[in-house]
Nanobody, 120 residues
Framework: QVQLVESGGGVVQPGGSLRLSCAAS????????MGWFRRPPGKEREFVGA???????TYRDSVKGRFTISRDNAKNTVYLQMNSLNPEDTAVYYC??????????????WGPGTQVTVSS
């Protein structure tokens, strides 16, 4: 089973940027589809975006053009670059791994999450 740990969260002003990392151990991520999810305060977890094993990405509408997912299989790490952040992006961010490689519908592994706070 793959273990995932997110890092890179913190406090940033509106309009700022952060890059989150999701480091994996136990198995190679090269054949996995990887997803990013978030849980805003007082709300349920929601889909942010995903990347397939081939590198194709998809995003929820509210982050398109601002967020970018990438992967570095040599480092067994997936990234979420977040630009033009606004207070609505405040949430605990989670990464997830799905062994299907092409979708993140039934992830087999989740990270513990990292807090992102966007505030002036």
């Amino acid at each position: 089973q793959v273990q995932l740990v997110e890092s890179g969260g913190g406090v940033v002003q509106p309009g700022g940027s952060l890059r989150l990392s999701c480091a994996a151990s136990g198995r190679s991520l090269s054949s996995y589809a990887m997803g990013w999810f978030r849980r805003p305060p007082g709300k349920e977890r929601e889909f942010v975006g995903a990347i397939t094993w081939t590198g194709f990405t998809t995003y929820r509408d509210s982050v398109k053009g601002r967020f970018t997912i990438s992967r570095d299989n040599a480092k067994n790490t997936v990234y979420l670059q977040m630009n033009s952040l606004n207070p609505e992006d405040t949430a605990v961010y989670y990464c997830a791994a799905d062994s299907s490689g092409v979708r993140v519908r039934n992830p087999g592994s989740w990270g513990p999450g990292t807090q992102v706070t966007v505030s002036s």
